[in-house]
């Protein structure tokens, strides 16, 4: 049975990944930092009903020490690094830790793969967001980056740890550069699940008002759950190499809004307000991706259309809502319970 280490178990694409995983009948291990497990109502919502399936290690991505040990002990033979710092506005807020926490994870993991695990094979989140000061549209794995946050920068950095990795130290390591992908999992912080959270709220009469910023931003979206299946594929080849994955169509945050308004049958210009605090420093340009080699040489597509997106969204949302008056999603369940295979916490904060 093969086995897979998940850095970022608990967010949204880690939660994704491990249920393919699992059903690919893979033993999946997760890392997950110390407050996880301290608070898993709050921070293990995705994976509650996945935790049973699951092998859990305590570890942080800023000790060395810890990633060691985890990957000694579970020896994978394949580690997908999900874990960031990956809001892009909260980097203009922090860009020291935004920059710690993402390229020293990346390169602890990669220091210790080295070490203990040489033939796992390794996957890398990039992001579209390193293209940024967008140089050509579409971009494809050619296109040079021109980052514009301390969050791209980071990303840039890991991609480049990864590929020097690969071509020094021969590890099977692989960067999937993603665009935007959101699902009914995604966090409230990011600007889809705002909509479609505050939509529901809305319609039950529990807000009245959405504030957001920059509506003409447009954004290349597709569904996590695809692109879990991307990062899957990619670790399947005989050789590491790195790919865009996208759906090679843009839609703007307004045209977002109005879709998801649009599913409740309310006018967006209603609600929408204008806040200045959700803008953003600086803007990345068009992203808009070219995913030809991802389609030729994994045979990966998209399979969920934007509007399909927007509408799974609202009515998850909806029904969340309808759940739970609060809308939290772990208000009402039950305590999860969550076991650790080690609490391998050397040095972890
Ligand atoms: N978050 C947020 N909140 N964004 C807003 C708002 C708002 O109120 N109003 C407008 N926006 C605009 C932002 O300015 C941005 O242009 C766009 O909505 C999308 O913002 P986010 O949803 O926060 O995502 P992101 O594009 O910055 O980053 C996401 O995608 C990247 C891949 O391209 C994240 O998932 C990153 O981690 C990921 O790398």
């Known amino acids: 049975m093969k086995k897979a280490l998940i850095t970022g178990i608990t967010g949204q694409d880690g939660s994704y990944l491990s249920e393919w995983l699992l059903g690919q009948g893979y033993e999946v ?34 000790s060395y020490a810890s990633l060691f040990q985890v990957l000694a002990r579970v020896q994978p033979d394949e580690c997908y690094h999900l874990a960031a710092q990956s809001f892009v506005s909260y980097s203009f807020e922090d860009e020291f830790s935004t920059l710690n926490t993402n390229i020293n994870g990346t390169h602890h993991l990669l220091a210790s793969l080295k070490e203990v695990a040489p033939r796992c094979r390794f996957y890398f989140a990039a992001s579209s967001e390193m293209f940024g000061k967008v140089r050509e549209t579409p971009q494809t794995e050619a296109t040079p980056f021109h980052p514009r946050s301390a969050y791209g920068i980071s990303k840039v950095a890991g991609f480049d740890l990864t590929r020097n990795y690969r071509e020094a130290y021969g590890l099977k390591a692989t960067s999937g550069i993603l665009y935007n992908h959101e699902s009914p999992r995604r966090g409230y912080e990011f600007v889809t699940r705002k909509i479609t959270s505050h939509v529901a709220k809305i319609k039950f ?72 605090r959700f803008f953003r420093p600086a803007e990345v340009h068009l992203l808009l991706g070219d995913a030809s080699k991802a389609r030729r040489q994994l045979g990966w597509a998209p399979s969920c259309s934007f509007q399909e997106l927007v509408e799974e969204m609202v009515v998850d949302d909806l029904e969340r809502l309808s759940d739970s008056p609060a809308g939290r999603p772990a208000a009402a369940a039950p305590r999860p319970t969550v076991s650790l295979v080690a609490a391998m916490d050397a040095g972890a904060r």
């Open 29 to 62: 291990h997760g890392i997950v930092r110390r407050v996880a497990i301290e608070d898993p109502d709050h921070r293990m919502w995705r994976i509650r009903h996945l935790l049973p399936r699951l092998q859990l290690h305590s570890a942080s991505l800023e």
């Open 205 to 276: 009469g529990l807000a009245d008002k959405l504030p957001l910023g920059n509506l003409e931003a447009k954004r290349d979206w597709g569904h996590a759950r695809d692109y879990v299946r991307a990062m899957w594929l990619m670790l399947q080849q005989d050789q590491p190499d790195d790919y865009v994955v996208a759906t090679g169509q843009t839609w703007s945050v307004q045209q977002f809004v109005e879709l998801a308004f649009a599913c409740v049958d309310l006018d967006w210009r209603d609600h929408v307000v204008s806040d200045p």
